[in-house]
């Protein structure tokens, strides 16, 4: 009889831990059965063969067969992540297929994932900005999983049972969110933080409960006259006397703030201009400088970013966001030399920094040596192993090196690809 169309996978537990996707289907175990279907006609069954890969099909595994010959398989992960599942069924006219090959397409795609990921709540921090109450939300989520967004934040007012989300898209794992909470949400409030890995596992924090008091006059009026322009002072116009008074550095703080929200929606020549008034009022703020040319750098104008970084490191010559900006200008220069110089003094200060561990090897590759590349990226992926987006982008390039390398052995001719 001719076999085609008549054999059914399907991935079964005995927990239900198990989410369809548009590729594959989660599981949450480690054992977990898979189920097979077979016309009538097609039996009785001589072998069953299951075989499975690890990397998408490049490379197939020969599980051991199914002694009953009856649906399901038991299967034992020897580890997490993509499986992909070819079956090869046998009768009395011979086997459904040839054992599959590199070219063979996998007839069930399993995402196999029995590690929930570990999330943490870090105190809230109520503050106000502009006129409007924020609330300082930071979390550490860990999972070698997670989704590329996976992050939800919810809230509800208590004694309401109802959880509410707080963005309306799911967050990337930055580990922070500054939340303008609704004018009209006060009293005692409850926020959690849900994260969600490819395995489909969902693990909500300890939720914590913030005391949001009403918006008093006082903090309203701050709305009104945060801009300069908006109270009677033209930005860049007339600031000389406020100057390095505390009216002036708050009014700069307020400014500065701002321009991060600006920043936040991508609004850069906005949040610019704020912080140009920010340093006119307050010269010593140096954090804004830095910001600024963080800002430059993405409008492409990278000499103003290089003299915005500059002046910060002229204040605080150990400032890693300067430091680190401006060794990223240097490298759009082609100045692979002063790149250098800046991470190498960003890692004097801090040796642990995977990141900048990181774009000292982009740099060496720049300059064509491999070997200081190569150390680099290896000591990214163990300076922090906190820093997991790191960790993975470095062990990328070090893949890629790899792959050179054998290229070469091969005596083939690689492509070349910047980090």
Known sequence: ???????????????????????HVAVHARVFDIAYEVRDDALPLTSVALWYTLDRGETWQDYSPDEDRQSPITFHAPTEGLFGFFLVLTNATGASSQPPTPSTAPQLWAFVDDTPPVVQL????????????????????????????????SYRSLPDDTWNPVTPNPLANTGRFDWRSPENLVGSVSVRVTVQDQGGHRVHSEAQ????????????????????????????IGTSALTGSKRANDLADRLFAEAQRHGDRGEYRNAIAQLREAVRLNPKMTEAF??????????GDLDRALTS??????QQPNLR??????????????????????????????????????HL?????????????????????????????VVEEARKRLAVMAEVSRTYRRGGRPQTAAP
């Open 309 to 314: 970084y500059n002046i910060a490191l002229q």
């Open 321 to 358: 966001s300067a430091l680190g900006g401006s060794a990223r200008v240097y490298m759009q220069k082609k100045d692979y030399v002063m790149a250098s110089d800046r991470l190498r003094a960003a890692l004097r200060y801090d040796p642990k920094d995977a990141r900048m561990w990181m």
């Open 122 to 153: 870090h105190p809230i921090r109520p503050s106000t900005a502009l006129g409007r109450r924020v609330l300082q939300i930071r979390w550490t989520a860990i999972d070698a999983h997670l989704l590329p967004r996976p992050v939800e934040i």
């Open 209 to 236: 409960i913030v005391e949001i008091p009403p918006v008093t006059a006082e903090l309203a009026s701050l709305t009104r006259s945060s801009l300069g322009a908006k109270a009677g002072l033209p930005l860049g």
């Open 361 to 389: 090897g982009d740099v060496a590759v720049y300059q064509g040596d491999e070997m200081l590349a190569h150390e680099c990226y290896t000591r990214a992926t163990q300076m922090d192993p906190e820093a997991l987006d």
């Open 1 to 23: 009889m001719r076999w085609q169309g008549c054999l059914i996978l399907a991935v079964a537990t005995t927990t239900g831990a198990v989410v369809v996707g548009q590729e």
């Open 290 to 299: 830095a910001r600024m040319g963080g800002m430059l750098y993405r409008l």
